[in-house]
């Protein structure tokens, strides 16, 4: 079955640094999705891009963050000015159709760790 | 807001036996969309199973099935036959079907799964 890819799968950052997280969905799909989740707590949604444009994005996705789809392959997750509490494992997923039932592809994560 | 609870960190089953994760949510919709999701030790969640709010006949995926209580506003899956490989945490989600494209997660249950 094809998969959403994610690099790195770990990631240590300075508080104050930028960091982009990469994610590559599955080639004929066209709906992308970040998630995160902070250590011990659930699985939050940030962010839903279609036509190169946010469909929605969640209150967690400040002006600190942003997302690009730079080159119709790769999906970018950039946060700005790292702080101590965005330290959890970022999700990237991307469907084929946008619809209710609409299977989501995850990828394995991203572990940001910001010190 | 729908919240959706997960009241069991924890379960355990021993191989070839049946198990059931609870799953309750809240809503004021009607119409809406729930899954579940797994996550091995890899952390990629997959989709087991999705259930739309309208079919009133519960969903079943092989030795994976639910129950869905539209009323009581419970969804709670049950594995038959366990295999060591369901043994990852399992994720409850809700999505509306007339707004959004966000997954509203629960915060998780860990399955162990004893030879």
């Known amino acids: 079955e094809p998969e959403v890819t994610q690099t790195p799968s770990h990631q240590v950052t300075q508080m104050g640094q930028e960091v982009i997280l990469r994610c590559v969905p599955i080639?004929?799909?066209?709906?992308f999705y970040w998630y995160r989740q902070i250590l011990g707590q659930k699985v939050e949604f940030l962010v839903s891009f279609y036509n190169n444009e946010i469909s929605e994005k969640s209150e967690i996705f400040d002006d600190q963050f942003s997302v690009e789809r730079p080159d119709g392959s790769n999906f970018t997750l950039k946060i700005r000015s790292t702080k101590l509490e965005d330290s959890a494992m970022y999700f990237c997923?991307?469907?084929?159709?946008?619809?209710?039932?609409?299977?989501?592809?995850f990828g394995s994560g991203t572990q940001l760790s910001v010190l | 807001a729908q919240t959706v609870t997960q009241s069991q960190p924890e379960m355990s089953v021993q191989e070839a036996e049946t198990v059931t994760l609870s799953c309750t949510y809240d809503?004021?919709?009607?119409?809406?969309?729930l899954f579940w999701y797994k996550q091995p030790p890899s952390r990629q969640m997959i989709l087991v199973i999705r259930?739309?709010?309208?079919?009133?006949q519960n969903a079943t995926e092989n030795r994976f099935s639910v129950n869905f209580q539209k009323a009581a506003k419970s969804f709670s899956l049950k594995i038959s036959d366990s295999q060591l490989g369901d043994a990852a945490m399992y994720f409850c989600a809700y999505r509306n079907s007339n707004s959004g494209y966000a997954l509203n997660f629960g915060k998780g249950t860990s399955l162990l799964v004893t030879p």
């Open positions: 997923a991307s469907s084929e159709a946008e619809s209710g039932v609409e299977k989501l592809f």
């Open positions: 259930q739309e709010a309208y079919k009133q």
């Open positions: 080639s004929n799909h066209l709906y």
């Open positions: 809503t004021s919709e009607s119409d809406y969309y």
